[in-house]
């Protein structure tokens, strides 16, 4: 692969289009998901792992994402909130280079939480935090039953966008479209601008930029035909022929919403050992039984007139297990004459040999 494929945007690229095909596999209903919070909070669970499960996590996110999430910040004239908390149980002992490390992520936070003791508390803790970072769109992102007694931790990072196009689209020009959707055409509010536009239209697909404030954009990305796969070089190419074009601009007002949970798509690009008993979490405690049981993720994004309205929230839940399964116990009565033997473990010398014939 060449230097420029391994750039910190083509990782990034191709970890949200690979995530994407199978998070969103029906194309026939809608779908919403952050890449930047779900690449934030799985960066965060590659702090926290080491050998395999971290080699994993860094083949699916690439080498740059980290720095890639810090130069995709929006400026001042978008609000933008993030937040990358670590929830811990105060009985798991948590190493200090996860700590020193966690510290330069933005808006990081290390709280306890009562897994243990009240683990629906918990969860209602991290929930009510969510949503004060979320501004209330994602005020349940872990659903009732999801937080149990043997959780012990959790890496959860929240976002909020909101920002306004830099030129808005006159309310008056909003009305009843048809729009074309698996089901047959129904009207949906549809709003009109007329003005230049990056625009491009190549292998099969059209692109419009509408810029907006604080260095953001949306790229609406429409088929020819049916909607498809999408890989990365037609992406690529696509967006690399964007230019300025007078348009009339029909653009669909919107509000999706989804709430997913990402295991089973994860296992599907190689992210497996993560979730095993014998995963490596050594690099947040060095407790051998933690393990991520599930990784939770919810996201809302509004489009009006005016601009964009987004949130964001994902959940690395952690669990202790047991090595050893339950096995009924073998009773031994020492009930009648018995030999004692004393010795040192190491080298076999014999300390004490007793026979033990009336202990009374």
Known sequence: MSPALRSPVSEHLAFTLALHDVVAADRRENACWSPYSVASALGLAALAAKGKTRDELTALLGEGNRALLDA?????????????????????????????????????????APFVENPDGARKLINADVAETTKDLIPELLAPGSVGQDTVAALVNALYLKTAWLGTFPEE???????????????????????????????????????????????????DGDLGPLDQATFTALTGALDFRRLELFLPKSKLSTNVTLKDALAQLGVRSLFERDGDLTGLSADPRLFVDEVVHEAVLRIDEDGLEGAAATAVMMRLTSFEEYV?????????????????????????????????
């Open 173 to 223: 020009a909003t009305a009843p479209l048809p729009f074309t959707t698996p089901g047959g055409a129904v009207d949906v509010p549809t709003m009109r601008r007329e003005a230049k536009f990056r625009y491009a239209a190549r292998d099969g697909w059209q692109a419009v930029s509408l810029p907006a404030r604080g260095g953001v954009e949306a790229l609406v990305l429409l088929p």
């Open 72 to 112: 995709g910040r929006p400026d001042d004239e978008a609000e933008f909130a993030v937040a990358n908390t670590l929830w811990a149980s105060d009985e798991l002992e948590i190493n200090p280079e996860f700590a020193d490390a966690l510290a330069g992520w933005p808006g990081a936070k290390a709280r306890s």
């Open 328 to 360: 009924e116990p073998l009773t031994v009565r020492v009930d009648r004459p018995h030999l004692v033997l004393v010795r040192h473990a190491g080298t076999g010398a014999v300390h004490f040999l007793a026979q033990v014939v009336d202990p009374s």
